[in-house]
Every structure is written in structure tokens, then in C-alpha cells.
């Protein structure tokens, strides 16, 4: 696709359950990023892959939340034991390169809108 | 750690006025970027800021980048309705670490 692909648009889950979210990136983006948005707040980063593997997990705020992306291009945010304040936009950019060159812009999603009841 | 904040937070002002959000970064830092959102929208990139004294413009927009101030500046100039939205800077954590952090955002209104 043109753009940068997120799906579900909408998850609504309840306390305790297993959620995955999913990112397709611009056809030929290495690099990959995760962030989350609540209400009224910027983007707080997550996760960044370059290529396969997660060049920088710093922002993954504990380990119920996992991110793959085994063939370097769609990737999965994962997140065990949701709980109500995981309830966010989860944001999904892509960029073309890192590296020499690059200008660091990212290409934003729509964002998966995840509701933990 | 890095931190990037905005000010205003919040901005509501006249069309045709000028005026201008800035953007502060705690850490030395060449690069900046500017984004726009629309209410329930997506980021869209609107600046790419990637040296001292970088200025860009585009239509009523223009941004500017001081590192050494740690200090960008996004300048509206003949605000319209159309520019209503809120407006993102983010700033790579450090060089080379490709990790980009977000400010707070700056909610624009402009009135009619």
C-alpha cells in the first residue's frame, strides 16, 4: 500500500486479556516504530526495529508489552494481561533508512485505538 | 534524558494574526521535526529541521532551528481556519540513536 497500514483500528478488550496490533510499513522502510498517544499527550516512544531486529526497547513500559518484526517488514505489538491503563492510540511510523543520509522523518499510521475495560 | 516541551499548550487566536509556538529541548540535539494533527487523525510530517539555522517554510508555515538555544520556532503567519490542529515537535533523543522524542503538542484554534 502507499501508506503506512495499522490494524484493528478499534480494539476494546477486557482487564487481563491477551491483545495484538499490527503494523505494515511503507513498502521498503527499514526502520520501524511503535508509539502510544493518550488522550491530550504526544507520542511516547515504545519500541524501534531496524530491519528484524529492536534496535532500542527503551520505552516498552514493562514486560507484558513485546514487539516483533521477524522478516523485517510487518511488525506485531503484543501486550499481555492488558490492564485499563494501557488504554491508548497506538501508533505505528515507518522511515525509510537510518544510517548516513537519512533525514528521520517517520511516516505515521492511523493508529490502533486500544480500550481495556 | 531528553525532554521537549511547547509552549503554548493551548493557542486560540484570530484569522489573519501571526504568531508563533516554540518548541524547547533539554539536550544537545541537530536535529528536529515538525508534525500536525488533526482531531482523531494521524501524524503528518510537516518540517524536517536538520541543522543550526535551518529554516523551512511552507505556505503560511515557517520553522527555524537554534541548537545552541536548543530551540525551535514554528511561525504562522495569516493564520486561516484551515490551520487549525495540533501541532507536534520532536527532537532525535541523541545522535545517532534514531529515537525520536515527542513534545507535549501545541493545540492551534483559529477563528473565524
Known amino acids: 500500500g502507499a501508506g503506512v497500514s495499522q490494524t484493528p483500528s478499534n480494539k476494546v478488550t477486557e482487564k487481563g486479556k491477551y491483545v495484538e496490533l499490527r503494523c505494515d510499513p511503507i513498502?521498503?522502510?527499514?526502520?520501524l516504530y511503535w508509539y502510544r498517544q493518550s488522550l491530550g499527550q504526544g507520542p511516547e516512544f515504545l519500541i524501534y526495529?531496524?530491519?528484524?531486529?529492536?534496535?532500542?526497547d527503551s520505552g516498552l513500559p514493562n514486560d507484558r508489552f513485546f514487539a516483533v518484526r521477524p522478516e523485517g517488514s510487518v511488525s506485531t505489538l503484543k501486550i499481555q494481561r492488558t490492564e485499563r491503563g494501557d488504554s491508548a492510540v497506538y501508533l505505528c511510523a515507518s522511515s525509510l533508512t537510518t544510517g548516513t543520509g537519512s533525514t528521520g522523518e517517520l511516516f505515521f499510521g492511523e493508529g490502533s485505538r486500544l480500550t481495556v475495560l | 534524558e531528553l525532554k521537549v516541551e511547547q509552549n503554548p499548550l493551548f493557542l486560540s487566536m484570530q484569522e489573519g494574526k501571526n504568531y508563533t509556538i516554540y518548541c524547547n529541548y533539554s539536550t544537545t540535539s541537530d536535529r528536529l521535526y515538525w508534525y500536525r494533527q488533526d482531531p482523531g487523525k494521524s501524524l503528518e510530517s510537516l518540517f524536517v529541521l536538520l541543522s543550526n539555522g535551518a529554516v523551512k517554510q511552507e505556505g503560511r508555515l515557517m520553522a527555524s532551528l537554534d541548537t545552541k538555544a536548543r530551540l525551535s520556532t514554528l511561525h504562522i503567519t495569516a493564520a486561516v481556519h484551515d490551520l487549525s490542529a495540533t501541532y507536534f515537535c520532536a527532537v532525535e533523543g541523541a545522535s545517532g540513536t534514531y529515537k525520536y522524542i515527542f513534545g507535549t503538542g501545541t493545540r492551534l484554534k483559529v477563528l473565524a
Open positions: 526495529f531496524q530491519g528484524t531486529g529492536a534496535a532500542d
Open positions: 513498502s521498503g522502510h527499514t526502520a
